[in-house]
Nanobody, 124 residues
């Protein structure tokens, strides 16, 4: 069983940066693909970024390409999301997830473990 805990959310002005972290416990996530999703009020959860088990493959939603970077440290069992040039419409709860499989999945089906989420608020 895997437990995931996100941190690093907060309030930032438009154009600012935040770095989210996801710490895994209970079982190593070294052989799992990992992903970040977000959910804004009244909207469905959407894919943000994913990374394969060894970091060799990454995937991003088009709207964050060039601004967000996903990375992982398997020695520390952590996954991070560096978010730059943030926009007000990216205000949401951001969730970390672990997938059955080694790929960088952009859909929710493979993900079997989810964190509780961390709030990101971008003011205009």
């Amino acid at each position: 069983q895997v437990q995931l805990v996100e941190s690093g959310g907060g309030l930032v002005q438009a154009g600012g940066s935040l770095r989210l972290s996801c710490a895994a416990s209970g079982r190593t996530t070294n052989s799992f693909g990992m992903g970040w999703f977000r959910q804004a009020p009244g909207k469905e959860r959407e894919f943000v970024a994913a990374i394969s088990w060894n970091g060799g493959i990454t995937s991003y939603v088009d709207s964050v390409k060039g601004r967000f970077t996903i990375s992982r440290d398997n020695a520390k069992n952590t996954v991070s999301l560096q978010m730059n040039s943030l926009r007000p419409e990216e205000t949401a709860i951001y969730y970390c997830a672990a997938a059955h499989g080694v790929g960088a999945y952009s859909y929710t089906t493979p993900y079997f473990a989810w964190g509780q989420g961390t709030q990101v608020t971008v003011s205009s």
